[in-house]
């Protein structure tokens, strides 16, 4: 069983930048990050597999930028450019597989809230 600690949210304005962080207890293949906005369906955001290649969301594609530090089992999530829209609860997945389904996340953290006002 593996543990996924998120951190990194908070309340900012539009244009501005966070950074979100995902600890992870034990070593996993895939990792990357969904998120939920009232009302509506969790959705993928991004991925990042253990060699490094990565896929994004179209609606994130150039402005979100996900890494992952292997030695610290630790994925990130930097988002710029903040748009009201991107105001979501950001959920740290982990898995064998792409990650791009729910279906496919085997672990999921317990989410941490991004508010970007206007």
């Known amino acids: 069983q593996v543990q996924l600690v998120e951190s990194g949210g908070g309340l900012v304005q539009a244009g501005a930048s966070l950074r979100l962080s995902c600890a992870a207890s034990g070593r996993t293949f895939s990792m990357g990050w969904f998120r939920q906005a009232p009302g509506r369906e969790r959705e993928f955001v991004a991925n990042?597999?253990?060699?490094?290649?990565?896929h994004y969301a179209d609606s994130v594609k150039g402005q979100f930028t996900i890494s992952r530090d292997n030695a610290k089992n630790t994925v990130y999530l930097q988002m710029n450019s903040l748009k009201p829209e991107d105001t979501a609860v950001y959920y740290c997945a982990a898995g064998a597989g792409s990650l791009r389904q729910i279906g496919d996340v085997q672990y999921w953290g317990q989410g941490t809230q991004v508010t970007v006002s206007s």
């Open positions: 990042i597999w253990s060699g490094g290649s990565t």
